[in-house]
């Protein structure tokens, strides 16, 4: 683990019960692109520990717990909150994230806790406070859901 659980809730604007990440694994800050043009975008690993204790459960089909598609787009854009705020520190120190779009989004497997998901958010452009990233979601090797989101840091 790189980022515990108390570093990782005390950055993230989110908090319980709204706070969907409990830690970080890996981060890599980027830089100059590789030698043959590769991109060397900004990348998050982080861990949600979804019990399915959590209270949406009790209305998301009671009985048949299913993390609900909407928490999942959330759980990446918190994931690319916290790479932009350690990897941009600078720049974004007193903002939060103003969610701003969703693309090509694909649910490609049900989550169903109890499960740790692994998520993986890359970011692929930043200009002045708009942000874009990529996102991904597993359980296990197994891809739960994936999607490009945008973000301003206001």
Known sequence: MLYDSEFVHNLLPQKAPFAFVDEIIDLQEGGEPA???TPNNPKITAVWHLS???KFFDGHFPGNPVLPGVLQIEAMAQAATLLTMIVKK???AGKRPAFAGVENCRFRAAAIPPVDLTLKAEMTMCRRSIYKYSGKI?????LVCEADFSAVMV
């Open 138 to 142: 597993y359980q296990g090797e197994t």
């Open 90 to 92: 600078d720049q974004v």
């Open 35 to 37: 030698a043959d043009g």
């Open 52 to 54: 399915g204790k959590e």
